[in-house]
């Protein structure tokens, strides 16, 4: 696993430990379904509910994948396994990724406006630097705008092991 893998998945730990209970459970992505969707301005009930269903689901793969304990919640110990296996998690990561970038794109034009992605990304918990960093680097319209397809990409890109240098880890180096 590269360095850069271990950082990501240490920075996204934390911001999933929205309670700070230092391990994640089911009320940890309830909390942050929950402020993830406050800031989806202009998304409608069914997105908010579809990404309410992928927090879910996400919560559910990890705690059946990775308790590894069964003590009912998730260490950063446990948690980690979910990069050296990506193959276990690919479908629940790719079903998050399109249910949060379409809360980015309440208007289904394929484009997120950038004032809307940094309510979601900061929303989840990222730094503000580093998502208007990695916004930048998605190199963005002359209207300020991005396509879905690629940040759905880089939120993939963001849980390979082997992936290094890619712009994903602007959010570390700027958390
Ligand atoms: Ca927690
Ligand atoms: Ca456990
Ligand atoms: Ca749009």
């Given at each position: 696993m590269q360095a850069e893998a271990l950082d990501r998945i240490k920075l996204i730990f934390?911001?999933?430990?929205?309670?700070?209970s230092e391990n994640l459970a089911a009320d940890d992505f309830e909390?942050?379904?929950a402020r993830v969707s406050a800031a989806a301005t202009g998304a409608g009930e069914d997105a908010k509910s579809a990404a309410l269903a992928a927090f879910r689901r996400y919560w559910s793969t990890l705690a059946s994948e990775l308790d590894a304990d069964g003590d009912g919640v998730v260490s950063?110990?446990?948690?980690t396994a979910c990069v050296l296996s990506?193959?276990?998690?690919?479908?629940t990561i790719n079903d998050f990724a399109e249910s949060l970038a379409a809360l980015g794109d309440p208007d289904g034009d394929g484009l997120i406006e950038r004032p809307l992605f940094v309510a979601l990304m900061t929303a989840i918990g990222f730094d503000l630097a580093g998502v208007n960093a990695l916004f930048d680097a998605f190199e963005p319209t002359e209207a300020d705008e991005i396509s879905v397809a690629t940040w759905v990409a880089e939120i993939k890109d963001y849980y390979?092991?082997?992936k290094a240098g890619i712009?994903?880890?602007?959010l570390v180096t700027n958390a």
């Open positions: 934390n911001l999933l430990d929205a309670d700070g909390l942050m379904a950063f110990e446990e948690y990506p193959e276990r998690f690919e479908e390979s092991p082997d712009a994903g880890d602007r």
